[in-house]
RNA sequence: GGGCGGUUAGCUCAGCUGGUUAGAGCACCUGGUUUACACCCAGGGUGUCGGGGGUUCGAAUCCCUCACCGCCCACCA
């Protein structure tokens, strides 16, 4: 029976005082110029010394040790109250004696149980001092002129009795100091007003017993939290739960199921029927039944979710499909409020097939929060919420939703920036404009694809790139982590689909072969639709639309992407993706030498291949036409040595040299190569260190020392190489 | 006061059990009028991984400590 709901406090930093009262002992003459005559405590709240039903002080404090056990004469009321000893009292603080008032305090409610003292409630629900009406407060006090002085405090507003409190304590003397003091004061998050601890009529769930089989679930593993560490919040708090007040005095909710018989006896049954049939049989005879006001802790209801939405306490086939659920995603600032409740209420309610107690939920994925700009966490009633439905209007649903996967590291929260917002907004059009670009060319998803069959190494190398990415993307969603999933699809539509497959497979498309043709048109719509089928959880709208449109005209969806299929490897051909990822690293290399030796945009210019062997041959012969293209190369020759005056560059073993007389910058590839050289040297001078340091081949693993002599292989090759194309550009023949 | 987490590029953030050349998006710089896309294309990394100490052959990663930031819980007469 206490009281103080768990509404939310705001402990605001006040300039209170601190009023230093002298209680006189029994039996001894009060005297102000005797101190033997008196105990002196110290409160921040003098008004709730007309609560008050004992003072305590240390029982091992030499300065009490004899008046523990003897009364004081409590002021103003004249109440007897004991001085006890307890250890909560810290004999440094104060004056080493407090005064306990139980009923508005929640340290002093403790006492007051331990040492069975009277809980004198002397407010009213308003905050006004109520003494007139009240039985606990008038049970044995002798009549006084004090006492009628007192009672004339009824009715007044707690602020106002504090002021006439110390007045008429300060006109007995018993006033010794007061003190500035400024301390913390707990605040209602709404009111704002102070809270004042205030006893009343609760009901309570004994959480204690409750948490033990959800402790038990989640330490053996059979409800497991991601990312682990919240487990500890978790075991925290239900090993230390305390009593669970579930009545709320509110106008919703679940009203609880007690009654009240005239004599006030309780009835608690499921419905009215049942309560006025316990009744019947207690009292004899019918009798009439009040029904209490109060509601259920929303908490408690929500408890309930896993099972009584599926019809709970029915056995409904939902219930029995649905229960345990694989996974409950939830923010880690109600791991408290719900997670822990409907653990408990599940296991309490719910049994599985061999009739042991059911958890509610597998695995308990725990996101980041999203804060605000500053970082705070976000709430009603301080104001400082985004509106996702703003930023939506702004950047679209699509690009809000694959922000937040984006940003959904485990562990983190998210601060939310707009400028990636904007980011994922470019993507999202990215892939219209993509769809639309297989849409110009043809590419609709005709009939079955088999893409495990096609033939050419552009063809295969995307279906193979395609299953790496829907691998990642798979396994990432299975360990939770989806920013990396958000990542992989993000990577492989931009960087390897548009930047690279698109642009590759241009000229087929565009050009005469139509066995050719079918075949990337066929793949390419097979791509962009597994695109569609990964992109989906991220981006739920705009791949659903693009699947309803890219489908072919006389053959419209039968299903909605949502139900389609997901993706999985279909093929398995690492030459194909080799020998494409060669071409694209030979590309790529030829255009940042052209960017970072200032050859002009526009210019051709030829390259010759070096050594190599078979997978360099079959770059000329088979993707000339492509580098051509994508380079800028006017031809390609195959070379015994690099021409003079060339740069160069190492690639897939060989040499491939851009034989730039006249249109290099000389100086630039000069410093392009040094640079590089540095970087190289740089590289061997670390490897060599580990190497040379005897305990590190002793003690790494064998594999690792492997790694790095290989390492150390390939630095000193391409340190070589560069070294030799700095000798050629330094004596240009 | 107790507990948890954070500090990595100008900004917002990745970097999972110690071995990477420390990455992404945005911003920025350079250059681009090729018939999907300027919400674009190509190229460029701009960093004492908060400070200090330790463990280790090896630390952004593990331990200790300090500083600052955030959150949860409790709150002192």
Excluded at 573 to 589: F, R
Aim: proline share 6%; with cysteine; glycine share 6%.
């Amino acid at each position: 029976l206490t009281a103080i709901s768990d509404l939310e406090v705001l402990s605001v930093e006040v300039k209170g005082k601190l009023w230093y009262l002298r209680y006189p002992i029994e039996g001894r003459t009060f005297s102000a110029e005797d101190p033997a005559s008196y105990i002196v405590v110290a409160t921040t709240r003098p008004e709730t010394m007309l609560g008050d039903t004992a003072v305590v002080v240390h029982p091992e404090d030499p300065r009490f040790a004899d008046l523990i056990g003897k009364n004081v004469v409590l002021p103003l009321t004249g109440r007897l109250i004991p001085i006890v000893g307890d250890d909560y009292v810290d004999m440094e603080t104060g004056t080493g004696a407090m005064k306990v008032t139980p009923a508005h305090d929640f340290n002093d409610f403790e006492i007051g149980k331990r040492h069975d003292l009277g809980f004198i409630n002397v407010l009213d629900i308003e905050g006004r001092i109520a003494l007139a009406n009240n039985a606990e407060f008038l049970a044995g006090l002798p009549g006084s002129a004090d006492l009628t002085e007192t009672l004339t405090l009824d009715g007044v507003e707690r602020f106002k009795a504090r002021d006439r409190v110390v007045a008429m304590l300060e006109a007995r003397g018993l006033v010794e100091k007061i003190e500035p003091h400024p301390h913390k004061v707990p605040h209602g998050d709404r009111s704002g007003v102070v809270i004042e601890p205030f006893l009343t009529d609760q009901w309570y769930v004994d959480a204690h017993t409750l948490a033990q089989p959800a402790i038990a679930a989640v330490k053996d593993g059979r409800t497991t939290f991601v990312p682990k560490n919240w487990e500890k919040t978790y075991f925290e708090w239900m090993e230390n739960i305390q009593p669970w007040c579930v009545s709320r005095q509110l106008w919703w909710g679940h009203q609880i199921p007690a009654w009240y018989g005239p004599d006030g006896a309780i009835f608690v049954e499921k419905s009215e029927a049942e309560a006025k049939a316990a009744a019947e049989k207690h009292y004899g005879a019918p009798a009439e039944l009040t029904r209490d006001p109060d509601v259920l802790d929303t908490w408690f209801s929500s408890a309930l979710w896993p099972f009584s939405t599926m019809g709970w306490p029915d056995e409904t086939p939902e219930l029995k499909r649905y229960y345990p659920t694989s996974v409950l995603i939830t923010g880690f600032d109600i791991i408290f409020f719900w997670v822990a409740r409907m653990m408990m209420m599940g296991l309490h309610f719910m049994k599985d097939k061999d009739g042991n107690p059911e958890i509610p939920f597998h695995d308990v994925y725990i996101h980041a929060l999203v804060r605000d700009e500053k970082g705070a966490k976000m709430s009603k009633s301080k104001g400082n919420v985004i509106d996702p439905l703003s930023l939506i209007d702004e950047y679209g649903a699509d690009a809000v939703r694959f922000t937040l996967a984006a940003m959904a590291a485990q562990g983190r929260d998210i601060k939310l920036a707009t400028n990636r917002v904007a980011g994922y907004r470019a993507f999202a059009t990215k892939l219209w404009n993509a769809a639309r670009f297989a849409e110009m060319n043809g590419c609709v998803a005709a009939g079955a694809c088999a893409p495990e069959t096609v033939t050419t190494t552009l063809s295969r190398w995307i279906v193979v790139e395609t299953g790496r990415t829907a691998d990642a993307v798979s396994a990432a969603l299975e360990a939770y982590r989806f920013n990396e999933a958000a990542a992989a699809i993000y990577k492989f539509t931009w960087g390897t689909f548009c930047d690279w497959y698109v642009e590759l497979v241009k000229p087929v498309l565009l050009g005469d072969d139509d066995v050719a043709k079918a075949e990337a048109r066929m793949v390419t719509a097979w791509v962009l639709e597994q695109i569609l089928r990964l992109l989906h959880p991220f981006m739920p709208f705009v791949t659903e639309e693009l699947w309803a449109q890219t489908a072919p005209e006389d053959q419209p969806r039968t299903t909605l992407l949502a139900h389609a299929n997901w993706p999985a490897p279909c093929l398995n051909d690492t030459k194909a993706a080799d020998e494409i990822n060669l071409l694209v690293e030979l590309v790529s290399a030829i255009r940042s030498v052209r960017a970072e030796t200032n050859v002009p945009a526009g210019a051709q210019i030829p390259l010759q291949l070096v050594g190599g062997g078979e997978a360099i041959r079959k770059l000329v012969t088979v993707h000339g036409a492509a580098i051509k293209r994508l380079a800028r190369i006017s031809d390609i020759g195959l070379a015994d040595k690099p021409p003079a005056g060339s740069a160069q560059m190492l690639i897939g073993g060989g040499l491939a040299c851009l034989p730039l007389k006249g249109i290099i910058d000389l100086d630039a590839e000069r410093a392009r190569l040094e640079k590089e050289l540095v970087k190289i040297d740089a590289d061997v001078a670390r490897i060599d260190a580990k190497l040379g340091n005897a305990d590190f081949v002793a003690r790494a693993p064998e594999e690792v020392v492997e790694e790095q002599k290989e390492r150390r292989e390939d630095a000193l090759t391409r340190s070589a190489k560069v070294r030799e194309a700095l000798e050629r550009l330094k004596t240009p023949a």
